[in-house]
């Protein structure tokens, strides 16, 4: 699918408007969370008064410029009126980070086109970090051009999971595969924001990516990031549905196809 720039322009701008207005926001309330305005949405999924804020500011930025589109953002329900054209909205992905005041949270902002994503964004409101891509257009961190790492295989690279606490079941095949990574990589981190993972993937800064039972809006955007900056994106099964199965493997094409490789094997058996 091939669209014009100028057109992928502007839904960048409104991605990039919203996210900083959403900032404001979260800023402002940072370190400043009280019981009060926490809510527990299921076991260990937790949603504050500022998520949802963050996520009104979003939409109605985006909707007074394209009311005609779809939205799937996290804190509320589906808007689908069967436009081709589809956000997917994380309005602060690492909730739990910022209710404990850890500085590692972002905004994630994407948009599909006929089911292809075509813009994504990520906002770091604490250091004022834009990662931004555009299908075809490459990947860029504060309008500077990023790239994947060069390093292509396990054993020279740093990589970057979360840990599945929604679906403990799957816990014994997934310490396998963190086993397996922890013996031959240089070394594992754990962020707490999907989408701040795949941005410093984007960057370079971790090789590799994976992690399960994610949501779209977790990945969405950091997912074009990864892809335009020289990397490989798919799920468990090395398909391109990873925003339908949660499950994702991101990386540099060495790393991606040996992580690969394990986590089929792992969960084959």
Not at 169 to 175: A, E, G, M
Not at 218 to 242: C, K, M, S, W
Not at 246 to 251: D, L, R, S
Request: net charge neutral; aromatic share 10%.
């Amino acid at each position: 699918m091939t669209i014009n720039k100028n057109d992928l322009n502007k839904y960048l701008d409104v991605a990039r408007e919203a996210a900083l207005k959403a900032g404001i926001v979260i800023k402002e309330h940072f370190g400043k969370v009280c019981p009060s305005m926490i809510d527990e949405k299921a076991k260990n999924d937790f949603v504050t008064n500022v998520d949802k804020k963050s996520e009104e500011i979003i939409k109605g930025y985006i909707k007074s410029h394209f009311n005609n589109h779809d939205i799937l953002a996290e804190e509320s329900s589906s808007e689908r009126k069967g436009s081709t054209f589809l956000w997917i909205i994380d309005p602060l992905d690492g909730t739990l980070n910022y209710i404990r005041g850890l500085p590692s949270f972002a905004v994630s902002i994407a948009l599909e086109i006929n089911g292809d994503l075509v813009v994504g964004l990520i906002y770091e409101p604490l250091r004022e970090n834009i990662y931004a891509a555009m299908r075809g257009h490459g990947s860029f961190k504060n309008g500077r051009r990023i790239h994947v790492s060069r390093s292509d295989t396990l054993s020279a690279s740093l990589i970057a999971t979360g840990f599945p606490y929604r679906i403990k079941d799957i816990i014994d095949p997934y310490l396998r595969v963190f086993k397996n990574f922890f013996m031959h990589a240089i070394g594992i981190r754990r962020g707490g924001s999907a989408c701040l993972d795949l941005a410093y993937t984007a960057e370079g800064i971790f090789e590799g990516f994976f992690e399960c039972a994610l949501s779209p809006w977790d990945i969405a955007a950091g997912a074009l990031l990864v892809e335009e900056a020289g990397g490989v994106v798919t799920d468990f099964n090395g398909d391109r549905q990873y925003l339908k199965t949660g499950n994702i493997i991101a990386g540099t094409k060495g790393v991606h196809n040996e992580m690969l490789r394990v986590i089929q094997e792992t969960f084959k058996n």
